[in-house]
T-cell receptor, first 116, second 112 residues
């Protein structure tokens, strides 16, 4: 158990809908990362938040957005869903002290999204 | 652009034997981190081992060790005394300044 939690575990929805995925980082971790793992694209970095602020952006679609709250949990919002958005969405967290060495990311169990 | 290549889509090994998974990467950065992650059938991503590029000494974690060749941009994972529970997808990853790239993965099967 990595200490990172994600809810829900599974989500089935229809095209055009909007869903919210939730992540709680490990205790003490300030950074949260979101990844998408699909069969054809592999594992791709979407976005990172550090202590409530966006720090880095990867291959995140404009239909997707995220935020990190004062209690450091994060939500990934996916809207106008398409069939191709079906994937496993991972959240990861790390300490990332300012000016310190890069810390390891620990992954949550993932949310499996199926868009029908 | 930074890329990570795992040239072995699938591998198998007999229980208790040793297996080496290959990983190469392409980067112009001098300081970065390298990781091996394991993804068992449960789909959880589990950190196996981590290597800082500025450290010449190869990282070791129990039965897992790496052969890090910075000049060759190679980062292979050796699993000794393979166990049935090692059966999983293994992903090599490169990271620098919040940019993390993963390889396509190697599916390892440990046979009894």
């Amino acid at each position: 158990d990595s200490g990172v939690t994600q809810t829900p575990k599974h989500l089935i929805t229809a095209t055009g809908q909007r869903v919210t995925l939730r992540c709680s980082p490990r205790s003490g971790d300030l950074s949260v990362y979101w990844y998408q793992q699909s069969l054809d694209q592999g594992l791709q970095f979407l976005i990172q938040y550090y202590n409530g602020e966006e720090r880095a952006k990867g291959n995140i679609l404009e239909r997707f957005s995220a935020q990190q709250f004062p209690d450091l949990h994060s939500e990934l919002n996916l809207s106008s869903l398409e069939l191709g958005d079906s994937a496993l969405y991972f959240c990861a967290s790390s300490v990332d002290p300012p000016g310190g060495s890069r810390e390891t990311q620990y992954f949550g169990p993932g949310t499996r999204l199926l868009v029908l | 652009a930074q890329t990570v290549t795992q040239s072995q889509p699938e591998m198998s090994v007999q229980e208790a034997e040793t297996v080496t998974l290959s990983c190469t990467y392409d980067t112009s950065e001098n300081n970065y981190y390298l990781f091996w992650y394991k993804q068992p059938p449960s789909r959880q991503m589990i950190l196996v081992i981590r290597q800082e590029a500025y450290k010449q000494q190869n990282a070791t974690e129990n039965r897992f060790s790496v052969n890090f060749q910075k000049a060759a941009k190679s980062f292979s994972l050796k699993i000794s005394d393979s166990q049935l529970g090692d059966t999983a997808m293994y992903f090599c990853a490169w990271e620098n300044n919040n940019d993390m790239r993963f390889g396509a993965g190697t599916r390892l099967t440990v046979k009894p």
